[in-house]
């Protein structure tokens, strides 16, 4: 296409040179009739046309006339140049214009062209004749041009609409690639989501498969502790036995808990609630165990106005509450555990404070992450899957609930979680 273009601006850069010469000579012509022997005054015109015309490397006038040669005598019809832009040929004889001069003679009233080419350059020789006011050819004006400016031109343009070309395919060859890569990758995407789905699948499965042994083991493991006439070392290994598949229960049901949240199946029964007793009873259940642990901890509800309603599902609020409270209680040694539910800009807000191990910066980045646990030699004792804070995060969030987190290392922690609060 680009080469289409080349040559039609290459014909018409000719074709416009043409013009302008032979309107050049008509115009020349037009004059040179009368002054065909003022060859001073033809001269000073011919530098006039070469100086505004670059592409012109000659311009002369010829005429057929007699001139008498020192050695050869009278000569009749010699083809003299009597005007040029070379001075030093002027007065002598042109044995290269008879042809020309017999051409422009047999049509006078038009300027006629012949392509050449000169140690590589192409030419373009015109000439045209000079007739006196009875039509008679009185001499011929003849030009040469070059074509080379044109040339380079064109030549120019050649090259730059090669780099274009050049470009241009490289670039569709790496869109090419980018292409072909994105195919890649969405098989990779493709095969990722079936493993990921067999991951899920199949902690799922295994979740469901392992709860119905372990709901016996925890059965006869009661059973068994209640048994009259066991040995202390006996009752020992069968608390032992309680303990780690309560533990190992704890971690199913957050293993089904992350799989249901994972897959989308985790189901939320939005109601609208007060969410009193609901803080109340967390708290009350987990009173024993601060005891033991000797901590005290309270619900202080004299921030609350009056009722307030939330709409979430009361189950899995009380499921992220048990969490958040269960690890206050968890991860303090001493002092106090203390629940607040109050009210600030139209968001119901529930603080659990505790004066426990706190946290550092770091550790507070990545709480909420799975699995993640604070590997202290503090925490070395304390039992845990590090899927809690995970689960209670996307839940609260399912609710269109806030979590967040005020820490200090050694001093304590604060976990706030807050609701729009519903008329
Ligand atoms: N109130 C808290 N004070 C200090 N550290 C806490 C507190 N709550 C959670 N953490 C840290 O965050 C980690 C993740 O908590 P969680 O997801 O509930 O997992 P788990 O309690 O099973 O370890 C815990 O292991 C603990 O290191
Ligand atoms: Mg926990």
């Known amino acids: 296409m680009a080469q289409r273009f080349i040559g039609i601006a290459n014909d018409a850069e000719e074709r416009l040179i043409n013009v302008r010469i032979g309107s050049l000579q008509d115009a020349f012509v037009s004059f040179a009739s009368d002054k065909i022997d003022d060859s001073v005054y033809l001269n000073n015109q011919i530098q006039n046309i070469i100086k505004t015309n670059e592409t012109i490397k000659s311009f002369k006038v010829i005429v057929k006339k007699t001139i008498i040669d020192p050695n050869l005598g009278t000569i009749p019809n010699s083809y003299v140049i009597i005007a040029s832009n070379n001075l030093e040929e002027v007065d002598t004889v042109d044995n290269q214009a008879p042809f020309l001069y017999t051409l422009a003679g047999s049509d006078p009233s038009n300027s006629l062209t012949m392509p050449f080419s000169e140690n590589g350059e192409r030419l373009f020789?015109?000439?045209?004749?000079?007739?006196?006011?009875?039509?008679?050819?009185?001499?011929?004006?003849?030009?040469?041009?070059?074509?080379?400016?044109a040339d380079m031109a064109i030549q120019s343009s050649i090259t730059r609409s090669r780099i274009l070309l050049f470009v241009v395919i490289i670039l569709i060859l790496l869109l090419f690639l980018r292409h072909s890569k994105i195919i890649d990758y969405m098989d990779l995407y493709k095969k990722l989501k079936e493993v990921n789905q067999l991951k899920d699948d199949f902690i799922s499965m295994a979740s469901h498969e392992l709860r119905t042994p372990l709901t016996i083991i925890r059965?006869?493991?009661?059973?068994?502790?209640?048994?009259?006439?066991?040995?202390?070392?006996?009752?020992?290994?069968?608390?032992?036995?309680?303990?780690?598949?309560?533990?190992?229960?704890?971690?199913?049901?957050?293993?089904?808990?992350?799989?249901?949240?994972?897959?989308?199946?985790?189901?939320?029964?939005?109601?609208?609630?007060?969410?009193?007793?609901?803080?109340?009873?967390?708290?009350?259940?987990?009173?024993?165990?601060?005891?033991?642990?000797?901590?005290?901890?309270?619900?202080?509800?004299?921030?609350?106005?009056?009722?307030?309603?939330?709409?979430?599902?009361?189950?899995?609020?009380?499921?992220?509450?048990?969490?958040?409270?269960?690890?206050?209680?968890?991860?303090?040694?001493?002092?106090?555990?203390?629940?607040?539910?109050?009210?600030?800009?139209?968001?119901?807000?529930?603080?659990?404070?505790?004066?426990?191990l706190g946290m550092t910066e770091e550790e507070r980045a990545k709480l909420f992450e799975k699995f993640y646990r604070i590997r202290t030699k503090e925490t070395e004792e304390i039992r845990g899957t590090g899927l809690g804070l995970w689960i209670t995060a996307k839940i609260i969030k399912e609710m269109n609930g806030n979590v967040s987190v005020e820490s200090i290392k050694g001093i304590g922690s604060h976990f706030i979680i807050s609701f729009p609060i519903v008329a």
């Open 125 to 149: 020789q015109t000439a045209r004749a000079i007739t006196d006011k009875m039509g008679n050819v009185v001499g011929v004006v003849m030009t040469t041009q070059t074509l080379s400016l």
């Open 219 to 356: 059965g006869y493991a009661e059973f068994a502790i209640g048994a009259p006439e066991l040995s202390p070392q006996t009752k020992d290994y069968i608390s032992k036995i309680d303990i780690s598949s309560k533990d190992l229960d704890a971690l199913i049901s957050d293993m089904l808990d992350v799989s249901r949240i994972e897959q989308g199946r985790m189901s939320f029964k939005l109601e609208k609630i007060n969410p009193l007793d609901i803080i109340e009873g967390v708290v009350t259940s987990l009173v024993l165990p601060a005891k033991e642990k000797g901590l005290s901890i309270s619900f202080d509800k004299t921030k609350i106005e009056d009722s307030q309603y939330i709409n979430v599902d009361k189950d899995r609020l009380k499921q992220a509450l048990v969490n958040l409270i269960g690890n206050a209680v968890k991860y303090t040694n001493k002092g106090e555990i203390i629940v607040r539910q109050y009210k600030e800009k139209e968001r119901l807000y529930i603080r659990v404070s505790d004066t426990g």
